[in-house]
């Protein structure tokens, strides 16, 4: 049991990159490496909230834990051992959830404060809307480390450039201030999502490396690993089911989905190196 969970804010300020799909993914092969995951569906579509089938519902949701500032009655079980949900019962960008955050301040650490109260949980996913918002923000402040899946295209790429800067120069403290969050911004992880191997793609992770570096000073930093565009996490998707159980092995050149999730944890969680997934077929 972990003293303190390591908690993802699954964040992008491009839409439509698998930010979900990829939460999902990894949550479940954390949950096949024996480590106990909750997922968190803080995004209005409610994508993540219906991707793994459920044994038993809670009789709340997201709501509830940014009212009460607690996960108490809020944390659904899936078929999958090991892995939890906290769905989102706010559907819509102009929600309770919003509205309440407006309210206060002091409300903006109620998800964080929820959080930290949590110690059965070696990891927590928190998946967000595609853009940037007042709920993205309460995520920011209670995430150790943000994952931001990026499609390798010339247009997204740019824009996605201009929003990153942009949140961690908003994030960034003034000289002689502390920060809002009462602690630094969590580090930025970029993954590049639905790799084609052309040389555009190569062009455009080798840009995002360089800009990256020169404008935010380390802080935002781009993963080596890259998920490949490949039916197979499509697919599982849409049977409901984690990738690396639904191709744990293929031909060709190409990673499995199982080989390339399991790359991208150990590149995460290096203290997680050499233990293998294990689940009932």
């Known amino acids: 049991m972990s003293l303190k969970s390591k908690t993802y804010g699954i964040f992008c300020t491009k839409g439509g990159v698998g930010k979900t799909t990829q939460g999902a993914n990894l949550g479940a092969i954390l949950a096949d490496m024996k480590q106990r995951v909750l997922l968190i569906d803080a995004d209005p579509q409610q994508s993540m909230s219906r991707f793994f089938e459920l044994i038993e519902s809670a009789p709340y949701g997201l709501s509830?834990?940014?009212?009460?500032?607690?996960?108490?009655?809020?944390?659904?079980?899936?078929?999958?051992?090991?892995?939890?949900?906290?769905?989102?019962?706010?559907?819509?960008?102009?929600?309770?959830?919003?509205?309440?955050l407006r309210e206060s301040i002091l409300h903006f650490q109620h998800l964080r404060h929820a959080l930290e109260q949590l110690s059965e949980y070696d990891y927590i996913f928190i998946d967000t809307q595609g853009a940037s918002g007042i709920i993205q923000e309460s995520v920011i402040m209670a995430a150790d480390v943000l994952l931001s899946p990026i499609k390798p295209q010339i247009l997204d790429s740019r824009e996605f450039i201009h929003g990153t800067i942009e949140l961690v120069n908003k994030f960034k403290p003034k000289p002689g201030f502390h920060s809002i969050t009462g602690r630094p911004m969590p580090p930025v992880k970029v993954l590049i999502n639905l790799w084609d191997r052309t040389t555009t793609a190569t062009e455009v992770s080798n840009h995002l490396r360089c800009t990256f570096d020169k404008e935010t000073d380390g802080h935002v930093t781009v993963l080596n690993t890259v998920i490949?565009?490949?039916?197979?996490?499509?697919?599982?998707?849409g049977l409901g089911i984690p990738a690396h159980r639904h191709e744990p092995s293929r031909e060709g050149p190409t990673r499995s989905a199982l080989d390339t999730l399991l790359e991208l944890v150990y590149e995460l969680e290096p203290k997680l190196y050499g233990i293998k997934p294990e689940w009932n077929a």
């Open 228 to 237: 490949p565009t490949l039916k197979a996490y499509s697919e599982a998707a």
């Open 64 to 100: 509830q834990v940014y009212r009460s500032a607690s996960t108490a009655g809020c944390i659904s079980n899936t078929v999958i051992p090991n892995l939890d949900i906290i769905l989102n019962d706010d559907k819509g960008s102009e929600g309770k959830i919003p509205n309440f």
